[in-house]
């Protein structure tokens, strides 16, 4: 059973829809249940907290985020409740944005229906690694180390939905 909020973001979805010259896209799927989510990004760039005038991009905050998603009911809230938590928030905090916090800001979700807030996480993480490329920064560990699981779970889901 779904929580209200759930509900609410599923037959309501905050911030559907794309952003025309993204700074990062990020795409995250699930073959075995077919959820697939699109999430877009754009960036203020700032100086860094010192106000020295040096560009840190983990200073940089999400202005604006929106999303695509094909699939259930909690796929569809979660990608909604993670743009309402990461709008506002700069780069390293969005990186910071977890499974867990999707599913509590919605007043949690099923068990069977949890992969559906990874795949929140995920595609917002790899947006935020698009945009990291896109802009030649160095990507810290933690975000190359998500970006390379989340690689591995599509090729191995891919190499199942071969069979």
Not at 106 to 115: F, N
Request: glycine share 8%.
């Amino acid at each position: 059973m779904y929580s209200k909020k759930v509900m609410e973001h599923f037959m309501n979805p905050r911030n559907v829809g794309e952003i025309e010259n993204a700074d990062g896209v990020g795409l995250a799927g699930n073959m075995i249940c077919g959820d697939v989510m699109q999430i877009f990004i754009k960036v203020k760039k700032i100086a860094d907290g010192n106000n020295n005038n040096k560009h840190d991009p983990n200073y940089d905050f999400i202005e604006d985020i929106k999303f695509k998603t094909i699939g259930c009911a909690a796929a569809i809230a979660t990608s909604s409740m993670i743009t309402e938590i990461a709008r506002g928030k700069t780069i390293e905090e969005g990186l910071k944005i977890t499974k867990a916090d999707v599913a509590e800001a919605l007043d949690g979700l099923p068990p069977i229906k949890m992969h559906c807030s990874n795949l929140a996480s995920d595609a917002l993480a790899e947006a935020i690694y698009d945009y990291f490329s896109k802009n030649t920064y160095e990507i810290p560990e933690g975000l190359k180390n998500a970006h390379e699981k989340i690689k591995k779970d599509k090729e191995y889901a891919e190499h199942l939905g071969e069979k």
